[in-house]
């Protein structure tokens, strides 16, 4: 994922936040159940956190929320939601096994290429506890093809569209489980949105809540 640190820069950033100023409202009832699965003091990580857009959605009180994104440019305008941030590759998180209760990882996957769909598959199942869940997002195709960005037309990113049965078939190889999500409305057609679950008695070892990066 490392071509994104350079993909959005300011000005993308900038546009990309003008066109995605908050949660679509389809997703919002999974957000709710999601936030509302992480008992009191947990932590829920937002993985591709962009500039912040579902960070609202997922806040509640006594849950440790924490965005975490690849890019800095992102992260910044990210820091008026007032949650502690993370700058960090979604296919190699510096945090520890089972470190969180909950993970929403919705249009973060878009720049995942297929040969490295394993590894996030991996992550997200390493950094749950076991009995946690996550909502995972990824827009509905096949292949990965390098198009101009939908906000300036300007910058060449690696877009990846995943069919829902290669997307389930890479998380249950991770060990967790897709469970029923109901995510009927229209806007999300294109999108594959899919709820797992982490069984209980799993290996894990304790976590602790991660640290929050300056993003300068």
């Not at 640190?5 to 546009?15: G, H, I, K, V």
Request: with cysteine; aromatic share 4%; glycine share 10%.
């Amino acid at each position: 994922m490392t071509g994104v640190r350079s993909w959005y820069d300011e000005r993308l950033a900038d546009a990309y936040d003008r066109a995605n100023p908050s949660t679509r409202p389809g997703l919002l009832p999974a957000a709710a159940w999601l936030s509302g699965s992480v008992p009191a003091g947990g932590t829920l990580l937002d993985l591709g956190c962009g500039t912040g857009r579902d960070l609202p959605a997922l806040t509640r009180d006594g849950v440790h929320v924490i965005g975490v994104d690849i890019a800095l440019p992102m992260l910044r305008l990210a820091r008026r939601r007032q949650h502690a941030l993370l700058c960090a590759d979604l296919t190699r998180l510096p945090l520890r096994d089972a470190v969180a209760d909950a993970v929403w990882c919705v249009a973060a996957w878009v720049h995942v290429p297929h040969r490295e769909l394993p590894l996030a598959a991996a992550e997200v199942a390493r950094i749950l506890r076991p009995g946690g869940h996550a909502v995972i997002g990824v827009q509905r195709g096949s292949g990965g093809n390098v198009e101009l960005d939908p906000y300036l037309g300007e910058v060449p990113r690696l877009m990846v569209r995943y069919e829902e049965a290669e997307l389930i078939s890479a998380l249950g190889e991770a060990g967790l489980h897709a469970l029923p999500l109901a995510t009927q409305d229209a806007e999300l057609r294109k999108w594959v949105t899919t709820l797992v679950g982490k069984p209980h008695g799993a290996a894990q070892r304790p976590g602790t809540t991660p640290e929050p990066q300056d993003t300068g």
